[in-house]
Antibody, heavy 121, light 110 residues
Framework: QVQLVQSGAEVKKPGASVKVSCKAS????????MHWVRQAPGQGLEWMGW????????NYVQKFQGWVTMTRDTSFRTGYLELSRLTSDDTAVYYC??????????????WGQGTLVTVSS | QSVLTQPPSVSAAPGQKVTISCSGS????????VSWYQQLPGTAPQLLIY???NRPSGIPDRFSGSKSGTSATLGITGLQTGDEADYYC???????????FGGGTKLTVL
């Protein structure tokens, strides 16, 4: 069965960086996009972008360009989300999710369990 | 402010039916297929409906989806207390070149 297992919770100070991992199993890793979505406490879902695990090509929402990096390691079937220059506004649960191509876009079908990143001095 | 507009909350009694609306524009719902996600308290979202009106295996037929023009609707019949959750619509926005979500609707089963 499809599973996306993310790394554990992180606590970081403002200005620091964090790297979240997402290990995929149960499907061909390079056959599906990987989305990253975040959810601030008590708030809705915010799409950050995606990575094509086959080519490494990425597509970031403009507000995240320059300080968010999505990468992957096909040998380990794992995707990574790195955020730099963290502020308290980045405190959120970060989800990886699988994207399957359907009618013109890579809709999300499976989600990881989420990784809580807390930014606090 | 979310690109897609959902009511913040809806409520109904057990056994009743409820609908949740999702309003967008020609660049998102009007030209792309819609998905719906259920997020139970403290858990990750789960796919409920895809391609406007299709249910993944394992999702009961109490859940249904529809789309008309620039709006989509999620319907839930035979409400159960276990249906209490946040529900999100999502689709692709061709102008933004981004996945967009609604702000979420909290369902309370009274």
């Amino acid at each position: 069965q499809v599973q996306l297992v993310q790394s554990g919770a992180e606590v970081k100070k403002p200005g620091a960086s964090v790297k979240v991992s997402c290990k995929a199993s149960g499907y061909t890793f390079t056959g599906y996009f990987m989305h990253w979505v975040r959810q601030a406490p008590g708030q809705g879902l915010e799409w950050m972008g995606w990575i094509n695990p086959n080519t490494g090509a990425t597509n970031y929402v403009q507000k995240f360009q320059g300080w968010v990096t999505m990468t992957r390691d096909t040998s380990f079937r794992t995707g990574y989300l790195e955020l730099s220059r963290l502020t308290s506004d980045d405190t959120a649960v970060y989800y990886c999710a699988r994207g399957v191509y359907s009618y013109g876009w890579y809709r999300i079908d499976y989600w990881g369990q989420g990784t809580l990143v807390t930014v606090s001095s | 402010q979310s690109v897609l507009t959902q009511p913040p909350s809806v409520s109904a009694a057990p056994g009743q039916k409820v609908t949740i609306s999702c309003s967008g524009s020609s660049s998102n719902i009007g030209s792309n297929y819609v998905s719906w996600y259920q997020q139970l308290p403290g858990t990750a979202p789960q796919l409920l409906i895809y391609d406007n009106d299709n249910r993944p295996s394992g999702i009961p037929d109490r859940f249904s989806g529809s789309k008309s023009g620039t709006s989509a609707t999620l319907g839930i019949t035979g409400l159960q207390t276990g249906d209490e959750a946040d529900y999100y619509c999502g689709t692709w926005d061709s102008s933004l070149s981004a996945v967009v979500f609604g702000g979420g609707t909290k369902l309370t089963v009274l």
